[in-house]
């Protein structure tokens, strides 16, 4: 065994935990996430695989204090709080993701890359997020 399992393979580049795969338009060039078979901005469908930048700047976050509606997989006391935002990624698309931080360190502009993390409390199953990155933060 390889290890945990993505959440949707769809997500990733080839199944890569480490690239986002998102589309573009080879008309007008708009990128989008996740894949689109058609373009949000001229309706066209000539429509290319592409991999987002790894890397990206805090857009708007919020934390997130209360546990989702169900099915969500931890309800009760086991919830744990957690940050939720959007990260412009080089200005190309801006994605909304899961951020993983301490409290109080978040801002926005701050320089963040793609990680994954666990989607199901056994960790079986991860998914992709950005946290800070620590190299371009100090």
């Known amino acids: 065994m390889s290890g945990p399992r993505l959440v949707d393979t769809s997500l990733f580049v080839d199944g890569d935990a480490l690239a986002l ?4 338009c080879r008309t007008c060039a708009t990128v989008a996430f996740p894949r689109q078979s058609s373009c949000s901005r001229c309706a066209g469908v000539d429509i290319e695989p ?14 997130q204090l209360f546990p989702p509606k169900p099915p969500y997989a931890v309800q ?3 919830f744990r709080p957690y940050y939720v935002g959007y990260v412009d990624l080089a200005g190309e698309v ?6 993983v ?3 109080g360190t978040l ?3 701050q320089p963040v890359r793609l990680v994954t993390e666990a989607f ?3 960790g079986d199953v ?6 800070p990155d620590e190299e371009t933060t100090r």
Do not use: C, N
């Open 50 to 63: 592409y991999a987002l930048p790894t890397a990206g700047t805090i857009w708007a976050f919020t934390e």
């Open 126 to 131: 991860v998914t992709y997020a950005f946290t």
């Open 21 to 24: 795969a998102g589309s573009r």
């Open 107 to 109: 801002r926005i502009g």
């Open 94 to 99: 801006i994605v909304e993701s899961r951020i």
């Open 76 to 78: 009760g006391a086991e």
């Open 101 to 103: 931080a301490t409290a």
């Open 120 to 122: 199901t409390p056994a």
